[in-house]
C-alpha cells in the first residue's frame, strides 16, 4: 500500500519561503506522479504542482507560478516543494498525493494522499 508523510509546514511572514517535504514508499516510486494540493479556507481542494512519472514533466498552478519550485528525489522517494514569496493567501492545508496518472494536475486523478501539513503566512 502506498504512504505518503508530508513534513515542513509552518507559520511563516508574506516574503518568507518554506519547503515542504513528501516521502513515498509502498510501491515503485518510479510508477507514480507526485502532488502537492491545497485546500484554502473556504475553498475547495486544488493542485499546486505536479511532478510527473515522465521524466521532466511537471506542472503549476497560475497564481504560484515563479514563487514555487518542485523536486523529484528519485535517489530517496521523496518530492519537495519549495515555496517562496509566500503570501498571506498561500494559507492553507497542503497535502502530498500520488498517482498512476502522468499529468496530475487535478484532484481526481489522485488515488493516494497524506495526511496534510499547515501552513499559515500571516501579512
Known amino acids: 500500500q502506498v504512504r505518503l508523510v508530508e513534513s515542513g509546514g509552518g507559520s511563516v511572514q508574506a516574503g518568507a519561503s518554506l519547503t515542504l517535504s513528501c516521502k513515498f514508499s509502498?510501491?515503485?516510486?518510479?510508477?507514480?506522479?507526485i502532488g502537492w494540493l491545497r485546500r484554502a479556507p473556504g475553498k475547495e481542494r486544488d493542485v499546486v504542482a505536479s511532478?510527473?512519472?515522465?521524466?521532466?514533466?511537471?506542472f503549476f498552478q497560475d497564481s504560484v507560478k515563479g514563487r514555487f519550485s518542485i523536486f523529484r528525489h528519485n535517489a530517496n522517494n521523496t518530492v519537495d516543494l519549495q515555496m517562496n514569496s509566500l503570501k498571506p493567501e498561500d494559507t492553507a492545508v497542503y497535502f502530498c498525493a500520488a498517482t498512476r496518472s502522468i499529468g496530475g494536475i487535478t484532484e481526481y486523478e489522485y488515488t493516494y494522499w497524506g495526511q496534510g501539513t499547515q501552513v499559515t503566512v500571516s501579512s
Open positions: 509502498g510501491r515503485p516510486f518510479e510508477d507514480y506522479t
Open positions: 511532478a510527473s512519472r515522465v521524466a521532466d514533466k511537471f
